[in-house]
């Protein structure tokens, strides 16, 4: 490593220590909420439909993937889309989770606001639930708030979509023991890639994906 490098490799610390502070600040504060809709989840009697823009409509798609992967079929639907007709197949038996950082996103504040008059309740997930995207939903999850300068500026999500991620991941794996989803089912449901290959022993279809600590 050349002598050029060392300012460059203390920012990369500086990113990993203060992007690691952010997740850390979840534990101990948003349990509660992941369990909260958790059960929602599987009280549900339609879909769960997920939903953001930008970089929380990538993390809102990822959530979507892996609670379908974790035994709660779920589907992603952007926001713009959603205004643009697709919120057409969105019915009052579905449960949506809409992410939204600031809340401020007006695509998002407006479906919230039509989804509600629709009778579908909607699960804001957002570190602002005083925003007008929050208090349009029936549900708020709040999480912590972002330092700023884990967020470059303040406006470039990278902390932030860490903890929303680990917030979502969290989601993901308490349903899954919730609906005892085992080994047997993800393989099931995953046959292509590394899973799909994997040998299954006599046991799979009994043993469950997680466990608690």
């Known amino acids: 490593m050349s002598s050029d490098d060392t300012g460059l ?3 990369a610390g500086a990113v990993l220590s203060r992007e690691s502070a952010a997740l850390a600040a979840l534990v101990g504060t948003v349990e509660s909420s992941v369990v909260a809709i958790a059960r929602q989840m599987i009280d549900v009697t339609g879909k769960v439909v997920t939903t953001g823009s930008g970089t929380s409509g990538i993390m809102a798609e990822r959530l979507a993937h892996l609670l379908s992967v974790c035994g709660t079929p779920a589907l992603y639907l952007p926001s713009m889309d959603a205004l643009h007709g697709g919120m057409g ?3 009052p038996s579905d449960l949506v989770v809409a992410i939204s950082k600031t809340g401020q ?3 998002l504040v407006n479906l919230v606001q039509r989804l509600g008059q629709r009778g579908v309740h909607v699960v804001a997930v957002t570190e602002s639930p005083e925003s ?5 939903a029936g549900t708020v999850a709040q999480l912590p708030p972002t ?4 967020d470059p500026g303040d406006m470039i999500a990278m902390a932030s979509t860490l903890a929303v991620g680990a917030w ?3 989601v993901a794996v308490v349903t899954m023991a919730m609906r005892g989803h085992t080994v047997g089912d993800v393989i099931d449901s995953h ?6 290959v994997r040998r299954r022993n ?9 466990r608690g600590a």
């Not at 007008?132 to 349009?136: G, K, N, Q, Y």
């Not at 330092?147 to 884990?150: F, I, L, V, Y």
């Not at 006599?202 to 997680?210: K, L, Y």
């Open 9 to 11: 490799v203390d920012l």
């Open 89 to 91: 197949a969105i019915t």
């Open 105 to 107: 996103s007006q695509e």
């Open 132 to 136: 007008p995207f929050a208090t349009a």
């Open 147 to 150: 330092p700023s300068d884990a």
């Open 168 to 170: 979502c991941d969290a």
């Open 191 to 196: 046959p292509a890639g590394g899973v799909g």
């Open 202 to 210: 006599p046991g799979d279809d009994a043993v469950p994906v997680v």
